[in-house]
């Protein structure tokens, strides 16, 4: 048997389950995915799931698996191995770990999706220069993972971690998890739709002098072409030098800024790490959030964060879940 480290990593999502033989420095030796719409009953995922390991583990039986590694969708309890609540999926209280663990004799640790796609970029990217990461992946909503002292902070429960769902105005639009003025429901996908389209509305009925700018904007044509103003369409308008898009992304930018502060001040962070479709976007924002950490976020701890963009890993949620193996 070869002295290399292999992992099975499992990454259960709304869409689908994917499951890959993962080596330790992040390689994809093997990979197969479940669909999740199939996968519903918590009885015929198990036995699925299960099935798919014991695959790969005979198939694979030369490598030296060390164990299974899972991110799971929802609310994850870390210390009981358990999936309390799915909400995409519909599952409850699914004792995951003890079924792969009974049926296939390796170690299993479960962990939140986020945290296992952050655990991922810290490993493979920062641990041999940085102690402490914040992960922010910026897309639908607005995913966190806290890196510190080299270990993923989890919380007492095992769901700390939901930076998207600090609140931004305390009376604000309601959000999918039940609260009001969560900061992703301003720069999550949803919110950012909503603006731009408020903004058409208040320009059309010319309800503040100062948008008159904005009269002539291709937002107009592209929502009458497309229906919705989808993130990528204003994200194409702002580098056109479109004014209203660039409104829009600066105005972004700056609610992005003051979480990014507001991570700065808490955790002193050696970095953060900004991921996520919407992040391409970032030279259309950049300097609104920079100039906005620079008026919130405390001076010390300012100077030493790095604030990182970096293009999003395919599969990282597969093999950040593979090499939860290697935390300990």
Request: hydrophobic residues 40%; charged residues 25%.
């Amino acid at each position: 048997m070869e002295n290399n480290k292999y992992f099975i990593g499992i990454d259960i999502g709304g869409t689908k389950i994917t499951i890959a033989l993962i080596g330790e420095k992040g390689e994809i030796i093997y990979k197969e995915n479940l669909q999740t719409r199939e996968n519903l009953d918590k009885n015929i995922a198990s036995e699925n799931i299960i099935n798919t390991c014991k695959k790969i583990k005979n198939n694979f039986s030369s490598k030296n698996i060390l164990g299974i590694g899972i991110g799971a969708c929802g609310i994850v309890l870390y210390e009981k191995g358990n999936i309390k609540f799915s909400p995409n999926i519909g599952w409850e209280n699914f004792e995951i770990v003890k079924n792969l663990e009974m049926a296939l004799g390796l170690k299993v640790i479960l962990d939140n999706d986020a945290n296992a796609a952050a655990w991922g970029e810290f490993f493979l990217n920062y641990r041999e220069t940085f102690r402490n990461v914040i992960c922010i992946t910026l897309g639908t909503g607005v995913g966190g993972g806290i890196i510190l002292n080299k270990k993923l902070y989890r919380g007492s429960s095992g769901t700390a971690g939901e930076i998207g769902h600090i609140t931004y105005i305390h009376n604000g639009k309601k959000c999918s998890c039940g609260n009001n003025g969560c900061i992703e429901r301003y720069i999550g996908t949803k919110g950012i739709i909503e603006f731009a389209e408020e903004m058409l509305v208040k320009i059309k009925n010319k309800e503040n002098p100062s948008y008159e700018k904005f009269s002539d904007s291709m937002l107009f044509d592209i929502q009458k072409k497309e229906k919705i103003l989808m993130p990528k369409f204003i994200q194409e308008a702002g580098f056109k030098g479109d004014k209203l898009a660039l409104f829009i992304w600066e105005e972004f930018g700056k609610i992005l800024g003051i979480l990014i502060a507001s991570m700065i001040n808490i955790f002193n962070p050696d970095a953060i790490h900004i991921t996520g479709g919407i992040s391409h976007a970032e030279k259309l924002f950049i300097e609104s959030l920079k100039k906005e950490v620079e008026k919130r976020a405390f001076s010390v701890p300012r100077e030493t964060a790095k604030i990182i963009f970096s293009e999003e890993r395919q599969d990282m949620g597969v093999i950040g879940a593979g090499l939860l193996l290697m935390e300990n």
